[in-house]
């Protein structure tokens, strides 16, 4: 089995910065595309960034420009640099893992993110 862990999350103020982190670990072959989501209380979940095995991204339209993710494959591990945080950022964010040898997804637990107007 995989197991994501993230980590990161917190309250901050509205313009202010958080890093996540997700930590893959367990019957790790090869990941392929790595990605972030989000949830907010009654709204639908939402993809917020994605990246490939080479590196390559895609962004929500809502946070182009503010958010970044990136990936280091050695540590089976993808980040989220988010900056300049509004209200509207505050959700539950959980990673995601595909590997698509084994048609699998694999999700992480949540980790909580407040941002305060």
């Known amino acids: 089995q995989v197991q994501l862990v993230e980590s990161g999350g917190g309250l901050v103020q509205a313009g202010g910065s958080l890093r996540l982190s997700c930590a893959a670990s367990g019957s790790i072959f090869r990941i392929d595309t790595m990605g972030w989501y989000r949830q907010a209380p009654g709204k639908q979940r939402e993809l917020v960034a994605l990246i490939s095995s080479g590196g390559s991204t895609n962004y929500a339209d809502s946070v182009k420009g503010r958010f970044t993710i990136s990936r280091d494959n050695a540590k089976n591990t993808v980040y989220l640099q988010m900056n300049s945080l509004q209200p509207e950022d505050t959700a539950v964010y959980r990673c995601?893992?595909?590997?698509?040898?084994?048609?699998?997804?694999?999700w992480g637990q949540g980790t909580q993110v407040t941002v305060s107007s």
């Open positions: 995601n893992a595909n590997i698509n040898s084994r048609g699998s997804v694999y």
